[in-house]
């Protein structure tokens, strides 16, 4: 493999913490340090990096972080950094160190500020999606995603007992201030009768008929879920106008909030940040940078960040279909 004189790695997360960005950070430190790389880690994002909390790692550093939640690194969403005057220093604390490469694992706003920094420094470098939305293109999954949707459907099969018990109409309110994934996928994996999410269109009246035909078929519960970011609205708004017409049963809304970010990655975000963590270092090593790592069917594969945060991935419309079919 060429080497491309690449010497030193740092390794940041940023934006929302998503569950399996921990497995990332393992990855690349161990792979970098397997390549003979120096490996510093950036703590709090890019706010650290402007405030040079900037420390070396070892292997021992990572040691016992694969299984839990969050991010050792900490993170944050930096105000600083928008501005040119926090990245030049940013820059600087880079430059002091010898450090040629910057690993950035966040999402689309990580992205975006990780895209400026290298058009103006011309410092390398390579994202690696993290972010429980899954809404980046060049990636079927992003690191967090699937633990999410886990802790989701958990959370719904709960909810689910009380709405039986009491003939009940459930909103479920999940993240997802721009993309509807979470939802879409929880709604058919949950049994709920629709996902009101922002991608796609559907109006209070589609949802009363829905559960007027549901009513018909002698269903004495439904369980709705709401992306955040729905253009219905939140789940109370939601709830609200439902309840003015249709009332045969009582309408409740659970929020599930912050907690669809935590707790301990499933074995399918462990193994894809694990993937993904070396692939961005071989990347690297291979002098690809302003890119995103992503993997798609079994390939791993490098896509611009202008791409990874422009372009949609598209959502699966069967989906959609399938819940309709099964939720009668
Ligand atoms: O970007 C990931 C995400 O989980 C969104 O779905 C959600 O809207 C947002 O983060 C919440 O961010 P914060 O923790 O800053 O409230």
């Known amino acids: 493999m060429n080497s491309n004189a690449l010497k030193k790695v740092a390794v940041l997360t940023s934006g929302g913490d998503a569950p399996g960005m921990n497995a990332a950070i393992r990855s690349v430190v161990r792979s970098s340090l397997y390549y003979?790389?120096?490996?510093?880690?950036?703590?709090?994002?890019?706010?650290?990096?402007?405030?040079?909390?900037?420390?070396?790692?070892?292997?021992?550093?990572v040691s016992q972080i694969l299984q839990k939640g969050g991010t050792i690194l900490k993170s944050a969403r930096s105000e600083?950094?928008?501005?040119?005057?926090?990245?030049?220093?940013?820059?600087?604390?880079?430059?002091?160190r010898g450090i040629d490469a910057l690993i950035v694992i966040g999402g689309n706003g990580t992205f975006t500020g990780a895209m400026k920094f290298q058009?103006?420094?011309?410092?390398k470098?390579?994202?690696?999606?993290?972010?429980?939305?899954?809404?980046?293109?060049?990636?079927?999954f992003t690191i967090g995603f699937d633990s999410a949707c886990n802790t989701v459907i958990d959370a719904v099969d709960k909810i689910r007992d009380t709405a039986l018990s009491h003939n009940r109409i459930f909103f479920v309110e999940?993240?997802?201030?721009?993309?509807?994934?979470?939802?879409?996928?929880?709604?058919?994996?949950?049994?709920?009768?629709?996902?009101?999410?922002?991608?796609?269109?559907?109006?209070?009246?589609?949802?009363?008929?829905?559960?007027?035909r549901g009513m018909e078929s002698k269903k004495?519960?439904?369980?709705?879920?709401?992306?955040?970011?729905?253009?219905?609205?939140?789940a109370v708004d939601i709830a609200r106008e439902v309840e003015k017409r249709f009332s045969y049963y009582e309408s409740k809304v659970t929020i599930l909030g912050?907690?669809?970010?935590?707790?301990?990655?499933?074995?399918?975000?462990?193994?894809?940040?694990?993937?993904?963590?070396?692939?961005?270092?071989?990347?690297?090593?291979?002098?690809?940078?302003?890119?995103?790592?992503?993997?798609?069917h079994k390939d791993i594969v490098y896509t611009p960040l202008k791409d990874a945060i422009s372009k949609t991935s598209k959502m699966d419309e069967n989906l959609h279909r399938i819940s309709d079919i099964l939720s009668t």
Request: proline share 3%; with cysteine; glycine share 14%.
């Open 174 to 212: 999940v993240m997802g201030r721009d993309a509807g994934y979470i939802a879409t996928s929880c709604a058919l994996a949950s049994g709920a009768i629709a996902a009101i999410i922002p991608e796609r269109k559907m109006s209070i009246e589609d949802l009363i008929s829905k559960l007027n």
């Open 258 to 296: 912050h907690i669809q970010r935590g707790g301990a990655p499933s074995i399918h975000d462990r193994i894809l940040a694990s993937k993904l963590g070396v692939g961005a270092v071989e990347g690297l090593i291979e002098g690809k940078s302003n890119c995103m790592v992503g993997k798609i």
């Open 220 to 234: 004495v519960s439904s369980i709705i879920i709401v992306a955040e970011g729905g253009h219905l609205g939140k």
């Open 119 to 123: 058009e103006e420094f011309g410092i």
């Open 36 to 61: 003979n790389l120096e490996v510093f880690g950036v703590f709090r994002g890019f706010e650290g990096l402007i405030e040079n909390d900037i420390r070396a790692l070892n292997p021992r550093s």
């Open 80 to 96: 600083a950094f928008r501005e040119k005057e926090g990245r030049q220093k940013a820059f600087e604390n880079l430059k002091s």
């Open 125 to 140: 470098v390579m994202g690696i999606p993290g972010t429980i939305d899954n809404d980046l293109f060049g990636s079927d």
